[in-house]
């Protein structure tokens, strides 16, 4: 019994690590997306007037750089995606997320991360405000393929920490034979 909960413990300790650690790196990563968009928008208004005007090209060129997908919302609507696609197909609403919306523009936090859910799947988003044109928006990054290999991570542990509990058993009770 000792051997099995220590092994829950030890499960859940690291567990907590993991998802803690994914949540840190989301926040860095939609910080750093964000002051990428705002320096290509300020770079327009200091006279680069051929630039072209935030879109979807330019946030699937910075899905590329961050290697992660991209939206941004002005207001309570969709501005520009890496993933346009996937907003009309219907998949996924166009419209700002209520709990993003308020963290980030209601509360003025610097950072928001949360989970959504597409049908039965749920995945982590991380948000950051974002100043475009002289409107504040919010840019969020769904964290999905990163979460993949968290949950990916996690069962490798059980599967470590439940062979090991068997290991402890079986040599407790060998000693005790």
Do not use: C, K
């Amino acid at each position: 019994v000792p051997v099995v909960a220590l092994a829950f413990v030890a499960r859940a300790y690291f567990a907590s690590l993991m998802f803690a650690d994914i949540e840190m790196e989301a926040t860095r990563t939609a910080s750093v997306a964000s002051r990428v968009v705002e320096d290509f928008g300020s770079l327009r208004v200091r006279g680069l007037a051929a630039l072209p005007v935030i879109d979807d090209n330019i946030v699937v060129w910075l899905s590329r750089v961050i290697a992660q997908d991209v939206n941004i919302f002005d207001g309570p609507h969709l501005l520009a995606s890496s993933e346009r696609d996937l907003f009309a197909s219907g998949l996924l609403s166009t419209r700002t997320p209520g709990e993003a919306h308020r963290a980030i523009m209601l509360e003025g936090q610097p950072s928001f991360v949360g989970r959504e859910r597409v049908g039965a799947v749920q995945y982590l988003v991380a948000a950051a405000p974002v100043r475009i044109e002289a409107r504040d928006a919010i840019l969020m990054v769904p964290l999905t393929s990163r979460q993949q290999e968290i949950v990916a991570q996690v069962e490798e542990l059980d599967r470590r920490v439940l062979l090991a509990a068997i290991l402890f058993i079986m040599l407790g009770a060998g000693i005790g034979y």
